[in-house]
């Protein structure tokens, strides 16, 4: 689902008066109703938020933008997420909860933490396409979690690197300004490098009952927001076989004319064709890399009647045609069992 909350604004609007320019207009080419501007209970979508936090780095020149917003906003997390972290009984505690409920804050953002012997990984990744193309979005992000951790250690903490997938934007000194440690570039991964028993140390705010009942929260709220998001996604799951997957179909099989299923889902911040496409990347990187089915196979599965329909979107998806996604991230059964014909 392509959406986020309206606080991934907050400040944004108070940035770029100082340099001059006007929130309105900036959002207005994205149809963004300046209402969902820091409200956390409106939604828009994530993909536009990408597009208007490029667009506006490049329109006032400062090509530290998404540093600079992450930097007024803190962590940018509040209400029952932010309680959520905040009384964990450590900092790994904290970030595993909010990985856990990251999706009511925005379903479009993926967080996630690797322990190893010498060191902890927490990396970075969101659902669209060639993020090396959006690195305001994924700058603030990064930068966010290093914020993230000095929150629930009440004091500042430094990585000890961070890991980018695009090209510098702006003077290593800005990044080791906002970062505080060295910052590589052209990297496999976007990730921040932090000692293994920075998760051990405990949140300064830690608070048992509360956590508790903040998780109790969390847990039926996300039950409840994603039941009309699992709903359409089981009946997509049911027609992507027969070719026959789209919003007319679906909405049939809700009993609902076209336009009232789409308002709906608009109204969770959803938009179905997004939504679709997400659905079929992430079932296509799970069958190439988890599955012997061939590449015409998976594309009849998604519901493509042509494998070079397929094979263009997943270019698209994952800058890479299927068999070099197989090659790179598939098993040992995946890559074995490749068809001939692939």
Avoid at 91 to 118: A, C, K, Q, T
Avoid at 185 to 197: K, M, R, T
Avoid at 240 to 268: E, I, K, M, W
Wanted: hydrophobic share 40%.
């Amino acid at each position: 689902m392509d959406s986020i909350r309206g606080t991934a604004f907050l400040q944004f609007g108070e940035l770029l008066s100082e340099e001059g320019a006007s929130l309105r207009e900036h959002l207005a080419p994205h149809r963004v109703d300046p209402e969902v501007v820091g409200n956390f209970d409106r939604k828009l979508s994530y993909r536009s938020l990408a597009q208007i936090f490029e667009g506006s780095a490049h329109a006032v020149r400062m090509p530290e933008l998404g540093m600079e917003l992450a930097a007024r906003q803190g962590s940018s997390l509040l209400g029952p997420l932010q309680h959520l972290a905040h009384s964990a009984p450590t900092v790994g505690d904290g970030l595993v909860s909010v990985l856990r409920y990251m999706h009511i804050y925005s379903p479009s953002i993926h967080y996630r933490l690797e322990r190893r012997p010498n060191r902890a990984l927490l990396y970075f990744d969101n659902v669209l396409p060639r993020t090396e193309e959006i690195p305001q979005i994924v700058e603030k992000s990064v930068l966010q979690g290093k914020l993230l951790i000095s929150e629930l250690l009440g004091a500042s903490f430094r990585p000890r690197t961070v890991l980018l997938r695009h090209q510098p934007q702006a003077a290593p000194e800005v990044y080791r300004r906002y970062f505080g440690c060295q910052v590589l570039f052209g990297q496999d991964h976007n990730a921040l490098s932090l000692p293994p028993e920075t998760l051990l140390r405990s949140c300064v705010q830690h608070d048992p009952a509360l956590h508790a009942i903040t998780r109790f929260y969390l847990e039926a709220s996300s039950k409840a927001e994603n039941d009309l998001q699992a709903k359409v996604e089981q009946h997509i799951q049911a027609l992507l076989p027969r070719s026959r997957c789209n919003l007319q179909q679906v909405a049939r099989s809700f009993g609902l004319h076209p336009r009232t299923l789409q308002r709906r889902l608009a109204g969770d911040g959803i938009d179905f064709e997004g939504y679709l496409e997400q659905i079929r990347r992430r079932q296509a990187e799970q069958m190439l890399c988890n599955t012997s089915l061939s590449v015409s196979q998976i594309a009849r599965e998604l519901g493509y009647c042509h494998t070079a329909s397929f094979c263009r979107a997943h270019l698209r998806w994952f800058d890479m045609p299927p068999l070099e996604l197989r090659r790179l991230r598939g098993n040992a059964v995946s890559r074995a069992a490749a068809a001939p014909e692939d």
